[in-house]
C-alpha cells in the first residue's frame, strides 16, 4: 500500500455504515418512550446468571450481545466486590483531577451523597393498581430531598451479555413520575442506605454507590451504573430526527450519538 496515498476511504460508498447495536438499542428506546414523561434511562454493570445453573451465563459468541433474559431463565446481578468498587473509585477520581484544567464540557464533577430511600406500596384510588412509592431523604438532615418522592414503574430492560469482559450490563428504562407523600403513619416496606459518589460528565451522571440495607448491614451492595441526565432533552432530539421520518430510514442524529455515548462509557468502564 502506497503511504503517500493517505487515509483510506470508510468504504467503496465513501461512508461508514451505522452502528447497528446502537442503532437498535436506540429504537428500544424510541419504541417505548416516545409517548412518556419523567424518563430514566441507565445503564447498570453486573453480571447476567442463569437460573438453572446459578452461574453466569455462557454462549458460544464472541463479542458483546443483546440476550433475551427471559426466555434464557437469566436474571442480573448488580453487585461487585469492594476491591473492584476501590478500583472504579480510583479510576473516576483520577478522571476527574485529568479532566480539571478541561473546558467547562469536558470537565468532569464529583458528589459525595449520603441518602436514605424509604419504600412504600400503596393503591391508586383511580386505579386500584399497587404503585411503588420511593422517599428519598438527606441521611443527615433527614429532609427529603427536591423530587425526592417518586413512583417508580419499570418499562424495559436491554440485557447485554459481554463474554470478554468481567462484567455484563443492562439497559433500563424506568419512568419515575413525582408523587404526593404516603400517608402520615404510614411505615415502609423497605429501607436502604446510600452512599454514593456522582460523577458528572457532559449529559452522563456515573454513580459509584455502596448499599447498606436494615438486615445485612455487614453486607453492602456495590453498584456501579451510569445514566442519562437529561431523557426530556434526549427525547426532544428522538422526536425532531425520528417523529417525522419515514418507515425504514435511518439517520444519525443527537438522540443515537446521546445512545452511543452511553454505551461507550459503560464499554470503557467494564473493561
Request: net charge negative; with cysteine; aromatic share 6%.
Amino acid at each position: 500500500m502506497d503511504d503517500a496515498a493517505g487515509p483510506q476511504a470508510r468504504s467503496v460508498f465513501g461512508v461508514d455504515p451505522l452502528d447497528e447495536f446502537a442503532l437498535l438499542v436506540s429504537d428500544c428506546v424510541w419504541d417505548h418512550c416516545r409517548n412518556l414523561g419523567n424518563i430514566e434511562i441507565e445503564a447498570k454493570i453486573g453480571v447476567l446468571i442463569d437460573r438453572g445453573t446459578q452461574s453466569r451465563l455462557r454462549l458460544p459468541v464472541f463479542t458483546e450481545t443483546i440476550v433475551d433474559a427471559k426466555q434464557l431463565n437469566l436474571r442480573f446481578e448488580s453487585n461487585m466486590s469492594m476491591a473492584q468498587h476501590r478500583h472504579y473509585n480510583q479510576l473516576l477520581n483520577q478522571a476527574v483531577a485529568f479532566s480539571a484544567q478541561a473546558a467547562p464540557p469536558e470537565r468532569i464533577t464529583y458528589r459525595h451523597q449520603k441518602e436514605i430511600d424509604s419504600f412504600y406500596d400503596e393503591r391508586d384510588p383511580e386505579t386500584g393498581h399497587m404503585v411503588h412509592l420511593r422517599v428519598t431523604r438527606d441521611a443527615v438532615t433527614h429532609e427529603i430531598k427536591p423530587g425526592g418522592i417518586v413512583a417508580k414503574k419499570r418499562i424495559a430492560d436491554i440485557n447485554v451479555f459481554a463474554p470478554n469482559r468481567p462484567f455484563d450490563y443492562r439497559i433500563s428504562i424506568n419512568t419515575e413520575a413525582p408523587v404526593p407523600a404516603p400517608q402520615e403513619g404510614t411505615e415502609p416496606s423497605f429501607v436502604r442506605e446510600k452512599d454514593r459518589l456522582s460523577y458528572t460528565h457532559q449529559n452522563m451522571n456515573i454513580d459509584l454507590t455502596q448499599v447498606i440495607l436494615p438486615n445485612k448491614p455487614k453486607e453492602p451492595v456495590h453498584e456501579l451504573e451510569v445514566e442519562i441526565r437529561n431523557s426530556a432533552d434526549l427525547m426532544q432530539h428522538a422526536y425532531l430526527s425520528r417523529g417525522n421520518s419515514q418507515p425504514g430510514t435511518q439517520e444519525w442524529s443527537p438522540f443515537e450519538d446521546t445512545i452511543l455515548v452511553l454505551l461507550n462509557n459503560v464499554r470503557l468502564l467494564i473493561r
